[in-house]
């Protein structure tokens, strides 16, 4: 069997094309162009196609998916049969069509994330969250999302109670919301078991935290009910904790009553629910040993830096402490220091923020000129709105930080402090 010996040249010249028209470069001689996507033609029409001049179109890789898109939602999507058309003139015609699409394509408005109603729930998964100030901590919605677990598992429906309505429930997996009444840790478990006999739920979770832990126990007690305490982890069929000094571990299916250790379940994703506000059953009132008459909140100088909820912390970058104290005062901030800071007897020691000073869990940690050594950020990793200012746009530190300014911290605070100021004469 005789099989024809290739000829590189001769492929290579049967996927020449004319020249460019015009004159020649100064050499003489145009710069030879070829159809890498087009098949080796025979040499008569190679010769045809070389007489009649380049009529072959580069390739234009943004025009070709800018064609293939396709029109109707905020997710760019493409039509991939459109990418593998090679042929000559194709390029021309791609654009074309890509420069119709955007010449008729109406400007698309950011669309509303829909969001998911439950009407008929098979049953209830009740979610107690602390929400301190009407904000959902970290715990609050892993409880949220373990409770959403729950629920859809079996087609049910999440109520979250709280003493103080957060708005952002309905991103964290509510279908329904509730204020749970009460002035002390007694009226909130008298109003809770109320609502636990009248709505009947399948689950009803707690953080495992000083105030949803001792509520949890009070329900427990008054519902005569056992308790699954310090779950660390949890899903539709079983639940897990440690015991005997972490060296077993003791499984069960999930009980009616649960506390959820930190980091026991991860938070809910991106789908928004309803959040529909209902009314809950009041119980008979009853004498009450505790008196409540209102709460005192602690002076922000004076309370222990694991214990604050908001943390202005000063790094090496920051050399006007009395701006620095200035500016604590005025946005009602502990302050914090680096341990440089506090090594240079700039601030005290208890001032130190870290590993080898004090671990935070604040809501909220502003940083002034820290560039965020990892003893540092360890210590800050609790903390749930990381602030930063810093003139090094790299720094650790602006990369930890939600919201970050890329400044000289000697500028922002005078900056801060009068925009503060003006707020507050207004």
Known sequence: MNRPRRDPRGERAGQRVGGVQGAA??????????????????????????????????????????????RGGARPRFDLSLLGQNLLGQGLLIQARALDAQAAAPELAPQAPQVRIIDDPAFLVLALADAPGGHLTTQDRQLLGAARLLADAGGGAVLLLASLMPEDSSAAGADRVAGLCGDDADGRADALAAAIAALAPRHVLFAETPTG????????????????????????????????????ERRSTPPRLITLADGAAAPHGRVVHEARPVELPRPAPRESFILAVEEVPADPATV???????????????????????????LRATPGASRMVCDAGLMPRAAQVGASGTVLAARCYFALGIAGAPQHLQGIAGCEHVLAVNIDLHAAMVARAGLAIVQDAQLVMPALLKAL???AGA
Do not use: Y
């Open 421 to 423: 100021h003006e707020e």
């Open 304 to 330: 222990a830096l694991g214990e604050a909820d908001f943390v202005l912390s000063a790094g090496h970058g920051v050399s006007d402490f009395e701006a620095f104290r200035a500016l604590a005062v005025a």
């Open 213 to 248: 832990g001792d509520l949890a126990r009070r329900v427990a007690v008054r519902l005569d009910e056992p308790l699954f305490c310090g779950a660390e982890q949890i899903s539709a069929k079983s639940i897990a904790r440690p015991a005997r000094g972490r060296t077993v």
């Open 25 to 70: 470069p100064a050499g003489g001689h145009a710069r030879p162009r070829f159809d890498l996507f087009g098949a080796p033609q025979p040499g008569a029409v190679r010769n045809a196609v070389s007489n009649a001049g380049s009529f072959a179109v580069r390739r234009d890789p943004r025009a070709h998916w800018a064609a293939a898109m396709t």
